[in-house]
């Protein structure tokens, strides 16, 4: 059974800094795309960012480009998501989901993903 859960998230200022943690267990695939998707009350939930681990690639929404980071320790399989420069409008429940891959072209739709989290809030305050 593969178990999926997130950790991290956090009340904080604009400006400040988040490290969002994903922890995967009992998933056998070792080639995969992760991904970090987030949803604010009343909006549907967005795609924020994107890894292959087969070879690092990674894809980022508009929104959070130059501010996330998007990274897995695939021996202990953790994806992480750095988030710097924190806005209000990035105040959501982000979620972790992975799905299996043969090449790097990580979708972004939230139907392409099998597994996924229970989420993890983060607030940022103006």
């Known amino acids: 059974q593969v178990l999926v859960v997130e950790s991290g998230g956090d009340s904080v200022q604009a400006g400040g800094s988040l490290r969002l943690f994903c922890a995967v267990s009992?998933?056998?695939?070792?080639?995969?795309?992760m991904a970090w998707f987030r949803q604010a009350p009343g909006k549907e939930r967005e795609g924020v960012a994107r890894?292959?681990?087969?070879?690092?690639?990674?894809y980022y929404a508009d929104s959070v480009k130059g501010r996330f980071t998007i990274s897995q320790d695939n021996a202990n399989n953790t994806l992480y998501l750095q988030m710097d420069s924190l806005k209000p409008e990035d105040t959501a429940t982000y979620y972790c989901?992975?799905?299996?891959?043969?090449?790097?072209?990580?979708?972004?739709?939230?139907?392409?993903?099998?597994?996924w989290g229970q989420g993890t809030q983060v607030t940022v305050s103006s």
């Open positions: 890894m292959y681990n087969g070879d690092g690639s990674t």
């Open positions: 009992g998933y056998t695939f070792s080639r995969n795309c």
């Open positions: 989901a992975v799905r299996s891959s043969g090449d790097n072209n990580c979708p972004n739709f939230l139907s392409k993903y099998l597994y």
